[in-house]
């Protein structure tokens, strides 16, 4: 598989013409030292999200999906086809290597208590980033964590140590094209109540501070 999977990554690139390829995955999430065991010489940019706001945004989209696979059959098989579960009528979470947590974020969407699941499903997910880049020093050197807020509110600094950060050429350029395009979103707000609010800082609060978030 690992010689199949290079040969076909040096065939797209060869296809276009090109010295880099991007992948973007959610799935990467509990691949990237293998990833980064297979190309060394990979960059990983890792982003996080206040805690509040990414539930917000996962309960979303997660809407949305559940939404449009209703109104359409054939939506539901191709994201089964394609092996997405993420969102949606048949939402599955990511096993990062602890069964039971994955039981536990199940159960808790089962009985009705969706903030609480999503709230433990984040922690689970960061904590597990967490300790990944703690266990492997070279794959920490190979990664930057990136925080969604310090893109909006500081869009040319990050862009720039990002850039940076992937050996990218005319740096300069491109960030002073598309920094101005960085923006917090202003068509939706988390609309949490009270009791929601504190089961997500009870269950992100400890993984959050690693990446800099206090509980709300």
Known sequence: FEAF????????????????????????????????????????????????????????????????????????????????FEFGLDLRPINCGDGGKVHEIQELWEAGEDVRGWARYWAMVYGYLADTLDWEPTLREAAMVLRYEDLCDRPEETMGRMMVHCGLTDADRIVKAHAHRLKPPGYYRPDFSNRELEAIAEETHVIGTIFGYQSQ
């Open 5 to 84: 999977y290079r040969d076909h990554i040096r065939k797209l690139l060869a296809a276009r013409g090109k010295r880099r390829y991007l992948s973007k995955g959610n799935y990467n999430v509990t691949r990237v030292a293998y990833l980064h065991k297979l190309f060394p010489d990979a960059r990983f940019i890792i982003p996080v999200r206040d805690p509040v706001w990414h539930i917000a945004s996962l309960m979303k989209q997660h809407r949305l999906f559940r939404e449009g696979e209703r109104g359409n059959d054939r939506a539901l098989e191709y994201m089964r086809r394609v092996g997405h």
